[in-house]
């Protein structure tokens, strides 16, 4: 089949399309240059493209991506804005704003910028400035003064801005796609039995892809090519969000930003874990794909979600053709991006289970503030008795190991034990055995040992009951 | 009258960036016909000898329509500038991923499948893979060269006090968004046209031109604008432009060559990573009494720009500090790393950051606040360089310090910063103030010059063509204020032309921070030709003397008339008709700069440019991550041609000098390969790096006399103003630990600040001087 969609208004027909051509491959090649590729791997966002998305609360909205990221394929029947479809032949009031604030300079990330700020400029609810806006856009020219002025500034629409129309009618559930260009293929199904029946039709031969923000950084910086590529991006059992008695389910295919927006609207899901991490999860363009399923298969010791999911204690529902289980993410990750998941099985969901410790914290060591890749991540989740002793403690990691971990040993030595500054210091040597940190180019192996401990003693500084703290700073 | 120059106004192409209408290089293939692509075979070992290529395999594959290796060269297979050591397709690979063949097919996917095929027998060579290994293996690209003023030795030696040192300074990959492209086709008369992103088009089109075997007219190179540069398109674009027009001539069909990021990252050269050894004697003052400095450069494995580069660092150790006694010495190290090459400031910061590392190694070891040392150790009037020349303008540091001291509050706030600090063990601030003094002009004599060509058509629109390049710091939209100002006529009547040598030749590289004072004085002199010829065509029809004719506002009238003269266009008409020609040529050469290597002395820099920075930091404990908090930036940009652009240029700067001293860190493996090649892996800042709170102001009556338009220099002194945030970083650790020298690496990365801190809490008896 031929994939089809709306750029700028316009229905094309981008023929078929295989497995490994990205949408900003297309678009430059067909002539639609604006878009520029700073990076191709999902960390410049010169490449950013809108997409219309409507959210769990029927609101329908333009999403900033990396289009560098995303297969052609992929975009079928969705509807796409380029840079040079913003201003629809006058300027567009981010336009005029980036001009009038000397928001360019070489002009290369430029369209990128007005991607973003296009998006947020029509963001429902947006109140007020939000750096996270532009924060997956790198600018190598102006020290991003300007451009947060124009952030900063940002008008409402006007009522008879002709965008608001295209908003105003909700995104249909996306549909099948089986696209074939030489030898590669873009499946997308659109049920688990779909999924289940492509998948016992090509044993060993598919590759599946969520967000794709892991699986086409591998197509463009290692020219990994997929005979196969199945996309789970319509799989409605995938999208699941609940809250139940025990746990809050997070459907594996739910994109970050959906997670955000889903746990901000519903109270009962509010996990501080969570909202800390989503903030330091990469940028806002890749949590626009990005989703928590495909964050814990990948399995990379670095990855953010993780930590903060093992600190919580949670497990993840498997589904094969054959039926469903359920995995404690602590027997989850078996090696480096190894999973117990076995072939034919892909994640459903996520459940966090309710009733986790009150005091929760994460931590992220990287060498920036927005968008990086941790050296070191922790996640710890504590409750306090009443005289102030540990009555539980659950600390993960990533970044010291193989895999992400769980300190058991640390918890294990914690319980029961006054939350003081002797207790951190009786701890402190447990924490240097945790993992088997490597050096690499995020960091040493010893930066990596000490921030085992030390995350701790800052969870300590942060959490410790005062008189416990002025005993310690004393 | 609406006078242009001195007006804040945006890019001039700044509604082609928004919109995304303005073109790179890479934007124009999709619209060329049978267009072949490239792909670079690249070799994965740091040293080795080229045994045999065989390319037979990919010659078979599908698409590919040519392997070019050295048979395929017609001329010199060296594009070496500063000497012929740069083989094009070299029979010696010399750093890891050094391309040694070129494949060409009808597709890229088809051309990076065949360069796969290709296979590269080597024969693995011993590698140098540091400036201490290049020391130790006495490999380098330059004999040697020396700066003295005094008598540094017998002054050491009779200081009060004195110390050793040795300090490592990274270097810095530009990252331009734009990674380096080229696309080349035979034009319509059978000369080679090529598209450039480079900063030179003239040594490109020199380059061209050695490697086909044809003279230089017969290739016209265009650079339209770039996507960044910073230095790293002054002559590392050459090669790939090379690569293009040697398969456009093979083939006859039009060939583009694009980096991917990672080739680009692996490829091509970056800021110099340096070796600084110093013993520096002081009084109890912290007033210098006596500095001997050696510099290493990391210059890779070809000398490129590495000598100047290398210079102007042993130029900049003073920065604005007298040193009454001092001897610099500089080598350039070779090197199994990529050429390293011209990147803004062009060795000025590495220069300059190892006196500040000096100053405040001496403040510490004096237990004095280094503000005041930097402060008592300021040139005078009247003061020398170790150069030979005389310091103009000298007070304006300490005016600019005073200044800008006032308005970031300094005092009050290094109270605030001790006072926040003694209430949290955990996290601290540091405050720093540090100025700079940079010398404006290419240190290279001859490249002081420039030309432009003015055109003027019979409708009184105007084309302006120079010899400067557009990388985005805006010198296109300055030329286009300073020839409306030149001609009297608004803006929209002036376009300004994409670079090309076919307009003006034999230009210099836009480099040096200079690209708007020699073009810029170029244009002008373009427009004073014409504006001399059109008064006299005026002066006929306004019935007034050619001295009295003015140019205003796209009219030309009589001074002191109050009727509004004739429209501009209406002159120009007359004067094609009376047979005034209506184009011209603009030149300038910078008046009175010399130096002489040999002795060391001259006057290298027409002028300095001037500036200081307050930075507060807060730096966590636990982990060493920081946050910058505040900067208060005060420049001196003469008469600001144009202040939204400056201001740019001041901020921008600003920041990426931030991250060269902070998240930005080249990470080379121990087999050679660079690893961190890529955004994932390379950090530069971000919005999340930069102050929530700048303010930036330029400084007041501050005109530069002999400069177009009374302006300055921009394009590179302010990234140094971003030490600020290093010596605030080195302030917050110190508040660590318990007073003594800070022993803090560069970059200051969160793990690095992490290890200064916890050598700070734990202090040594002895100061760490060597590096860990």
């Known amino acids: ?474 | 009258m609406t006078r242009q120059v001195g007006a804040a106004l945006p890019h001039e192409s700044a509604v082609g960036h928004v919109t995304g209408a303005a073109r790179y290089v890479d934007d124009l293939w999709p619209n060329v016909a049978h267009v072949a692509h490239a792909w670079p075979v690249q070799v994965a070992e740091a040293h080795a000898r080229v045994e045999r290529i065989d390319a037979a395999a990919a010659r078979q594959a599908p698409g590919v329509l040519a392997v070019l290796t050295a048979d395929d060269v017609p001329g010199e297979n060296d594009i070496g500038v500063a000497r012929r050591d740069e083989p094009l397709f070299p029979t010696e690979v010399c750093f890891v991923g050094h391309a040694v063949a070129w494949v060409i097919a009808e597709t890229e996917e088809q051309a990076r499948v065949a360069a796969g095929l290709v296979r590269v027998e080597c024969e693995a060579l011993p590698a140098i893979l540091s400036i201490d290994a290049a020391i130790a293996a006495d490999s380098f690209l330059t004999a040697g060269d020396r700066l003295a003023k005094g008598d540094a030795a017998a002054a050491l030696r009779t200081a009060p006090r004195r110390f050793d040192g040795e300090f490592a300074i990274g270097g810095q990959e530009h990252f331009y968004l734009e990674t380096n492209a080229a696309l080349a086709y035979r034009d319509e008369d059978g000369g080679m046209f090529v598209h450039s992103s480079t900063q030179h088009p003239t040594e490109t089109q020199e380059i061209v031109a050695r490697v086909l075997a044809v003279p230089k007219h017969a290739v016209v190179v265009q650079c339209l604008r770039m996507g960044g540069a910073f230095g790293g398109k002054e002559v590392q674009a050459n090669g790939f432009a090379a690569v293009a027009a040697l398969a456009a001539s093979r083939l006859g069909r039009p060939v583009r060559v694009r980096l991917t990021r990672r080739q680009d990252m692996v490829m091509t050269g970056k800021r110099h990573p340096f070796l600084a050894r110093f013993r520096v004697g002081f009084d109890n003052t912290g007033r210098l009494v006596a500095l001997a400095v050696q510099l290493f450069s990391d210059g890779g494995w070809a000398l490129d720009l590495s000598f100047p580069v290398l210079g102007r660092a042993m130029f900049h150790v003073d920065n604005c500090y007298d040193l009454p006694h001092v001897e610099v010495l500089g080598r350039v190290c070779r090197t199994h790393h990529v050429s390293h090459t011209a990147f803004r400031g062009f060795g000025g910061p590495q220069g300059m950051l190892v006196i500040e590392e000096i100053l405040d190694r001496v403040a510490r070891t004096l237990d004095l606040p280094p503000h005041v040392v930097r402060e008592r150790n300021f040139y005078r009037t009247g003061d020398v360089t170790h150069y030979g020349q005389v310091v103009r303008d000298p007070e304006r540091i300490a005016r600019i310090w005073a200044e800008l001291g006032a308005s970031a509050s300094f005092e009050a706030r290094w109270a605030e910063v001790a006072a926040f600090n003694a209430g949290s063990p955990n996290l601290k601030r540091g405050l720093a103030i540090t100025p700079v003094k940079f010398g404006i002009s290419f240190t290279t004599s001859y490249y002081n010059q420039a030309g432009a060509l003015i055109l003027v058509y019979k409708d009184g629109s105007i084309q302006v063509n120079h010899g400067g390049t557009e990388m985005g710091q805006g010198l296109h939209t300055k030329m286009r204020q300073v020839a409306a100002d030149g001609l009297g006529v608004p803006l929209e009547a002036v376009r300004l032309m994409p670079t090309r040598t076919d307009k003006v030749p034999n230009t210099s590289a836009t480099a040096a921070s200079c690209g708007s004072d020699l073009n810029g004085a170029a244009v002008r002199d373009a427009c004073d030709t014409l504006r001399g010829r059109l008064a006299e065509v005026a002066a006929e029809m306004l019935d007034a003397s050619a001295a009295d004719v003015v140019f205003v506002d796209g009219r030309v009238g009589v001074s002191g008339r109050a009727e509004p003269g004739v429209p501009f266009c209406e002159v120009v008409a007359k004067a094609y008709y009376a047979r005034v020609p209506l184009f011209a040529a603009g030149f300038y050469k910078t008046p009175e700069i010399h130096f002489d290597w040999k002795t060391g002395d001259g006057k290298p820099f027409h002028y300095f440019a001037y500036g200081a920075a307050v930075s507060e930091v807060e730096v966590d404990g636990f982990t060493g991550q920081y946050r910058l908090l505040r900067t208060d930036i005060l420049h001196d940009v003469g008469d600001s041609l144009s202040p939204l652009v400056d201001r740019g240029q001041v901020e921008g700067g600003f920041v990426q000098g931030v991250g060269w001293l902070t998240t930005e860190e080249l990470v080379w493996g121990g087999d050679g390969a660079f690893l961190s090649h890529g955004a994932s892996t390379y950090k530069l800042p971000t919005l999340g790096e930069c102050p929530p709170d700048l303010r930036v102001a330029f400084l007041e009556r501050a005109r530069e006399p002999g400069v177009i338009h009374g302006s300055k220099a921009v394009g590179e002194p302010p990234l140094m103003l971003a030490i600020s945030v290093r010596e605030a970083l080195r302030a917050a650790v110190a508040a660590f630990g318990a007073g003594g020298t800070v022993e803090l690496a560069s970059p200051a990365t969160p793990e690095a600040v992490f290890w200064a801190i916890e050598r700070a809490r734990s202090r040594s008896p002895q100061p760490i001087l060597a590096r860990s």
């Not at chain 1, 549909?175 to 590669?184: F, M, P, Q």
């Not at chain 1, 090519?225 to 746990?247: K, Q, Y």
């Not at chain 1, 930003?257 to 909202?275: F, M, N, Q």
Request: aromatic content about 6%; some cysteine.
């Open chain 1, 1 to 474: 089949m031929a994939v089809a969609f709306l750029l700028n208004g316009r229905p094309v027909n981008a023929g078929p399309a295989g497995s490994s051509v990205t949408l900003l491959q297309w678009l430059r090649a067909r002539g639609l240059t604006g878009t520029k590729e700073g990076c191709a791997e999902g960390e410049c966002g010169a490449c950013a493209v809108a997409m219309r998305r409507t959210d769990a609360l029927g609101r329908t909205f333009y999403e900033p991506i990396n289009s560098c990221l995303v297969p052609l394929a992929a975009v079928h029947d969705e509807t796409v804005v380029t840079v040079e479809g913003v201003g629809a032949g006058t300027l567009h009031p981010v336009q005029d704003a980036m001009i009038r604030a000397g928001g360019s300079q070489c002009g290369y990330c430029t369209p990128g910028f007005v991607v973003s700020l296009f998006c947020e400029y029509y963001r429902p609810g947006r109140v007020g400035y939000d750096p996270e806006s532009i924060s997956g856009n790198l600018c190598r020219c102006t020290g991003y003064r300007p451009i947060a002025d124009v952030a900063r500034g940002l008008p409402s629409p006007e009522p008879d801005d002709p965008r608001l129309s295209e908003l105003a009618t909700p995104v249909p559930p996306r549909t099948r796609v089986e696209s074939v260009d030489g030898l590669e293929r873009f499946v997308r199904p659109t049920s688990l039995d779909d999924l289940f029946r492509c998948l016992s039709a090509a044993p060993g031969d598919a590759t599946l892809i969520a967000g794709g923000t892991d699986v086409m950084v591998g197509v463009t910086q290692r020219a990994d090519r997929h005979p196969l590529l199945i996309s789970l991006a319509a799989l409605p059992e995938l999208r699941a969000f609940a809250v139940t008695a025990d746990a809050i389910v997070l459907g594996a295919g739910l994109t970050l930003t959906e997670i955000d927006e889903r746990v901000h609207a519903t109270p009962d899901a509010a996990v501080p874990l969570l909202g800390q991490l989503l903030p330091l999860f990469s940028s806002r363009l890749i949590r626009n794909r990005a989703t928590l399923g495909g964050n814990l298969m990948t399995a990379s010791p670095i990855g953010d979600g993780p930590p903060v999911l093992l600190a919580l204690d949670a497990s993840v529902t498997l589904a094969s053709a054959t039926g469903r289980r359920s995995v404690p993410l602590r027997d989850f990750f078996l090696g480096y991006r190894k999973t117990a998941a076995r072939p034919g099985e892909i994640m459903l969901d996520v459940q966090v289970p309710r009733g986790a410790p009150a005091i929760q914290r994460f931590y992220k060591v990287s060498k920036r503030v927005l968008d990086d890749i941790s050296t070191v991540a922790a996640a710890f989740a504590l409750d306090l008795t009443p005289d102030g002793r540990v009555a539980r403690l659950q600390a993960a990691y990533g970044g010291i190991a193989a895999t992400p971990i769980r300190a058991t040993a640390l918890e294990a030595a914690a319980a029961g034990r006054p939350w003081t500054r002797e207790t951190i210091d009786a701890l402190l040597p447990i924490a240097a055995t945790i993992g088997t940190p490597l050096s690499d180019l995020r960091g040493t192996a010893d930066y990596r040992r000490a921030m085992v401990g030390r995350l701790l003693e800052k969870c300590f500084a942060e959490t410790a009951p005062a008189a416990a703290l002025a005993e310690a700073t004393g």
